[in-house]
């Protein structure tokens, strides 16, 4: 490893710390803000009649609401302050790995490339869907959930909105000292891997699973990337690979379209064991979709290429 290899990652990572950064910590202040005002409360509100139609009740919408505008943390805190079904807590665990830290996300896809529609159709249709159609199939689950050892949540009581600002001030720049903590060594890493031609390698190991979705070989190291540190992490490798690997508009969008049911597999996974739902089904609902989602849009996508090239074509001819 040259030392240029190394400035090469370092400034990668201070680049993607700051591209993201700029999303990151304002989102995180206004919705922690948000928290203290009566705009959540109202928000919560306003969806509570719906949750009817995923076989949850009114009061499910704080989790939901918590979990999409803060992230999965904040919904299982959510959970933790009522008393429900174990159907009850698995669909809203299944709605909140598809759907979660939503504003955040959302401006990191859009910073990726991905149109916001897509974002929002997959990231909600996903949510929504998967409740509507568990709450139909499944007929179990009605013993009342019980919470394990669940990590404490700071209850500390904070008072006045000079105390507010603060403590959102200093939530929102640890999101971004967390995000430097992991994107920077990630960038550095990839970096070393580039200059070695261990990214050629590791390309081609993983060509059977990315042409299976639908992706060129470029793709790989965003998916390995999303599906081991998360979405808005993950993306930072993202961007680098839009910028500098080739990875085209339509990989990119079919790479999010994946990782928005399945990224961060393992701690997504494993949060949800102390609120007493199987796990295994809601890795395997994720998998599934993941797989499934991506390699239907892929399809439609590609005939949809063929359709207008043939239409050139003729026109050409003609």
């Known amino acids: 490893m040259t030392k240029q290899t190394f400035v090469d990652g370092l400034k990668a990572g201070l680049q993607t710390t700051w591209t993201l950064g700029k999303i990151i910590f304002p989102v995180t202040f206004i919705v922690m803000l948000l928290q203290y005002t009566p705009v959540l409360p109202w928000i919560t509100e306003l969806i509570a009649p719906f949750m009817g139609l995923f076989g949850l009740s009114g009061e499910a919408a704080v989790p939901l609401v918590l979990g999409n505008f803060l992230n999965l943390y904040a919904g299982i805190a959510g959970i933790l302050t009522l008393e429900m079904t174990v159907k009850e807590v698995f669909i809203i665990a299944v709605m909140l790995s598809f759907s979660h830290n939503l504003l955040i996300e959302t401006g990191v896809a859009l910073k990726v490339g991905v149109k916001l529609w897509v974002v929002l159709v997959v990231r909600l249709g996903l949510a929504f869907v998967s409740a509507i159609v568990i709450n139909l199939v499944w007929s179990g689950g009605q013993e009342i959930a019980q919470y394990g050892m669940v990590p404490a949540q700071s209850g500390a009581e904070v008072s006045g909105w000079g105390s ?32 070695l031609k261990w990214l050629d390698v590791f390309s081609r190991w993983m060509a059977p699973v990315t042409r299976g979705l639908g992706m060129k070989e470029n793709t790989s190291m965003t998916l390995v990337a999303g599906l081991t540190i998360g979405l808005a992490y993950g993306a930072g490798v993202m961007i680098k690979a839009v ?29 949800f064991i102390p609120l007493g739902i199987p796990v295994l089904p809601l890795l395997l609902i994720r998998i599934t979709t993941a797989v499934l989602l991506t390699m239907t849009v892929a399809y439609v996508w590609k005939r949809n290429e063929i359709a207008r090239e043939r239409k050139l074509n003729y026109e050409q001819t003609h």
């Open 164 to 195: 507010i600002v603060f403590m959102a001030l200093e939530k929102a720049a640890f999101g971004v000292l967390q995000l430097a903590i992991i994107v920077i060594p990630l960038m550095i890493v990839i970096q070393i891997m580039r200059d």
């Open 243 to 271: 910028q500098e690997d080739g990875v085209s508009k339509k990989d990119a969008t079919l790479a999010f379209i994946f990782l928005v049911a399945c990224h961060a597999v393992v701690e997504d996974t494993l949060i």
